[in-house]
């Protein structure tokens, strides 16, 4: 399931994906009309500046707007920053992978379901985009 703050992260990022002009928006305009609590938005925002989704600019005319396009924004790349792994099993992730206490992953039938599992939902999840997700 998607955390809220995935949840808060996609609301944002489609608020701004369509607005269309990629001016900069402030973090109140965005936490008031998508209904984000305001320090929650702050923290989210934040980490996704840092991973070079969007830029900031300071002062009158200031707020935040895309570093990259929404077309260019997988929805697997933002799911992973939020909410890291996407698998449903730490053996079976490609990025946090880490090995399951007592199993054996080549006798492990769970294990090689959930790496279907995880496959098709990359699938979908990387094929899809902020843009593909905001109303336009």
């Known amino acids: 399931m998607l955390s809220k ?63 990259v396009a929404p077309k260019d924004i997988s929805m697997a790349k933002v799911m992973r920053l939020i909410d890291g792994p996407i698998a449903m099993l730490p053996c079976v992730s490609l990025y946090f992978y880490e090995r399951c206490k007592n199993c054996d992953e080549k006798q492990c039938g769970l294990h090689d379901m959930m790496i279907t599992v995880r496959d098709a939902t990359l699938k979908i999840l990387e094929k899809k985009s902020v843009a593909d997700i905001s109303k336009q």
Not at 7 to 13: G, H, I, R, T, V
Not at 35 to 44: A, G, M, T
């Open 5 to 67: 703050k995935a949840q808060y992260a996609f609301k944002a990022l489609m608020y701004m994906a369509e607005r269309k002009d990629n001016q900069p928006v402030l973090i109140a305009e965005i936490a008031k009309k998508k209904k984000i609590p305001l320090k929650f938005l702050e923290n989210i925002l934040l980490e996704l500046k840092k991973a070079d989704i969007l830029d900031s600019k300071k002062g009158k005319g200031g707020g935040y707007f895309f570093k």
